[in-house]
């Protein structure tokens, strides 16, 4: 896990003393909140519908137990006693008082943590896989590079004010996690026929209100390379990107506009005069980074475990293992997923106390270190298969062991208009119902794989374009509507869901949702067709019906 050295201190403590000021001069009034606005946004400060929202930078996802207890402390004593962990895999506090942002600033530089860049026309926050360093499949630990990325990234002085945010994620395994397709950049960390280590480089995904999966620039970029040829494309984008309109000021519509080929070329020409002496990265600098993400110790364990298989029989660890565990490249252990999609629970939200848990779990289990994933749910990465039992025990009591990773419950939702002021409608709301709907585990295992993810307004914070079933929620004439799209996925097949009819009210989603299902249910060739196999082998048709309300059964006379 990074640490950050005297530079990183000294940077964020100087940029705390200045957003203090810059505080105190608006609760005077020397500061008019249009002035302010672009101050705070620069130090992840939102104005939301009902109060201000604090969103916490979390790099790559990976935090450690006293960080997460640092959370956990701030959201007692700042905000209301909770969290929202965040689809970026950042944190957002939703009730923060103006006047006490530079003193959790402060309790988070106390922690090596900050905000910077977590809003604002700049490179946001890195994501990666949440199994980084866990999986077998991995060519390379992505985090590594993320990092590079973030400290080149922070505060750079030509790409502070770009026309529009920017995201770039990056995976190293054979299987993408991290969603890199729908990424302004993505990176897939490759190996060569030489066997040397790059990046196969995607420009131009994103979701909103244009959704457009990443287009292929480089097939293979030596590792060397990284930071000249992403300043190439960022100097490419900060020159011609739009900046008349905010909704085509994305850099996926810049790419769409000139055609890949001749964006390639512009960022080919721009690459060839860049002074990369300038911009290269030391490889002494690129080891040291790398060092803080060497693995833990492992012990020398049997692939089994005689705890983990006694506990097994009981039927309800045994669907927690089933669904929450992820395969471990060091025998004897797994990486667990805690789920904070609870049945009937705002997807995504922890308490201070299940922060509090986690924390003491992972510096008991987990080597202490947690992941955020991009599905709003947290990952325990290095857990011996015979502490499992313990570690579920601990789960179930603290509310946080259900056991729907990657099932219909395990739904991800963006706060909508219950806290945003550019939602046209709600989220949670719906997200909470449709839980209830699939609440029995032997239904939810019946069903098997499928990602739901709900937005509340066309900016599609909730992702609902790449979701096997995706939600929109618009205003139709001052009254909510839902639009639903059927075969989005954000991984290896990235794909875009198609509407599946027209919109519907609010009051009629769970129960189309749950027919949705009901109809995959008839169609599937056995169980180990999935949804999204279904709707690309059978297509949208059969599923039309499902949108209509359906006649309540009447009592015979």
């Known amino acids: 896990m990074y640490r950050y050295d005297e530079f990183d201190e000294r940077l964020v403590r100087e940029r705390i003393a200045q957003f203090r000021e810059m505080v105190r001069r608006r609760i005077d009034g020397s500061l008019t909140e249009e002035e302010f606005t672009l101050l705070r946004q620069m130090n992840g400060l939102y104005l939301q519908l009902h109060a201000y929202m604090l969103r916490v930078a979390i790099p790559y996802g990976t935090l450690s137990g006293r960080q997460m207890r640092q959370l956990a402390l701030i959201a007692d004593r700042y905000d209301r006693g909770y969290g929202h962990f965040t689809t970026r895999q950042n944190i957002q506090y939703n009730w923060p008082r103006l006047r006490d942002v530079p003193d959790m600033l402060e309790l988070l530089a106390d922690v090596e943590m900050q905000c910077i860049q977590t809003s604002g026309n700049c490179i946001r926050n890195v994501t990666a896989d949440h199994f980084a360093g866990v999986a077998a499949d991995e060519i390379e630990d992505p ?88 300043e190439a494309i960022l100097r490419v984008y900060n020159l011609e990107g739009r900046r008349d309109n905010k909704y085509k000021a994305r850099v996926k519509i810049l790419v769409h506009e000139l055609g890949t080929e001749a964006f390639v070329a512009r960022v080919e020409e721009e690459y060839a005069r860049i002074d990369r002496g300038a911009v290269e990265v030391d490889a002494a600098e690129v080891a040291r980074i790398a060092a803080y993400f060497a693995p833990p110790a492992f012990e020398a364990l049997p692939a089994r475990s005689e705890a983990f298989e006694k506990a097994a029989r009981d039927p309800d660890f045994a669907r927690f293992a089933r669904t929450n565990l992820f395969p471990h490249k060091a025998p004897g252990y797994t990486a667990l997923t805690v789920s904070l999609k609870p049945i009937g629970a705002p997807p995504g939200d922890a308490t201070s106390d299940q922060m509090r848990v986690l924390a003491d779990l992972a510096e008991r289990f987990s080597a202490d270190e947690l992941r955020v994933t991009h599905v709003q749910n947290i990952v325990l990465p290095h857990v011996r298969l015979d502490d499992v039992p ?31 002021k550019l939602a046209t409608a709600r989220s949670i709301p719906i997200a909470q119902e449709i839980s209830r709907r699939f609440a029995d585990p032997e239904r939810e295992r019946a069903i098997g794989p499928l990602g739901i993810k709900i937005s509340g307004c066309i900016n599609a914070c909730g992702h609902h374009h790449v979701g096997a079933i995706g939600i929109l929620g618009l205003d139709k004439a001052g009254v909510e509507n839902y639009q639903i799209t059927l075969g989005g996925e954000p991984g290896d097949l990235a794909s875009l869901g198609e509407r599946l009819g027209p919109g519907i009210d609010a009051d009629e989603v769970p129960a189309a949702i749950e027919r949705i299902v009901d109809v995959y249910l008839a169609l599937r060739t056995d169980e180990a067709e999935t949804f999204i196999d279904t709707v690309r082998r059978v297509g949208l048709d059969p599923f039309k019906p499902a949108l209509q309300p359906q006649e309540p059964v009447r009592a015979a006379a």
């Open 143 to 230: 985090r590594p590079t993320a990092e590079l990325i973030r400290q080149w990234s922070t505060l750079h002085p030509e790409f502070s004010f770009l026309p529009r945010k920017f995201k770039i994620a990056v995976t190293g395994s054979a299987v993408d996690r991290a969603a890199v397709a729908v990424h302004d950049i993505g990176l897939r960390i490759v190996a060569d026929a030489k066997g040397r280590i790059g990046y196969r480089v995607t420009v131009g995904g994103g979701l909103g209100r244009t959704p457009m999966i990443g287009k292929p620039v480089r097939e293979f970029l030596p590792r060397e390379e990284l930071l000249p040829y992403l």
């Open 390 to 420: 313990e570690v579920w025990a601990a789960l179930v009591e603290a509310g946080l062991a259900t056991a729907n990773s990657g099932l219909v419950t395990d739904i991800i939702s963006c706060p909508g208009m219950d806290y945003c």
